[in-house]
Nanobody, 128 residues
Framework: QVQLVESGGGLVQAGDSLRLSCAAS????????MGWFRQAPGKEREFVST????????YYTDSVKGRFTISRDNVKSTVYLQMNDLKSEDTAVYYC?????????????????????WGQGTQVTVSS
């Protein structure tokens, strides 16, 4: 069992930055990959980024490359999403997710169904 709690969302202007956090509890944090997804109103949940269990490997969807950075602190059992140069199209509820099925320092999948546990989400609103 894993419990995930996101924080750090808010209302910002275009061009601003935010850092989202996802605190995990339960199973040892450094044993599973993590992902960030987002869901805008009326749209499907979409992949944003993933990081392997040891943090050595990361992957981003094209629309956030160069602007967002995923990282993790396995001592603090927390994964982060640093979001810079935010755009109105980044407005969404952001979710973190854990994939406990992987072995080795492997990236998590880019589809929601590949993850085992989800947080409750945190709202990010970017005004233009």
């Amino acid at each position: 069992q894993v419990q995930l709690v996101e924080s750090g969302g808010g209302l910002v202007q275009a061009g601003d930055s935010l850092r989202l956090s996802c605190a995990a509890s339960g199973r040892t944090f450094g044993t599973y990959a993590m992902g960030w997804f987002r869901q805008a109103p009326g749209k499907e949940r979409e992949f944003v980024s993933t990081i392997s269990r040891n943090g050595a490997n990361t992957y981003y969807t094209d629309s956030v490359k160069g602007r967002f950075t995923i990282s993790r602190d396995n001592v603090k059992s927390t994964v982060y999403l640093q979001m810079n140069d935010l755009k109105s199209e980044d407005t969404a509820v952001y979710y973190c997710a854990a994939d406990l099925k992987l072995f080795g320092d492997t990236l998590g999948p880019s589809v929601p169904k590949g993850y085992d546990y989800w947080g409750q989400g945190t709202q990010v609103t970017v005004s233009s």
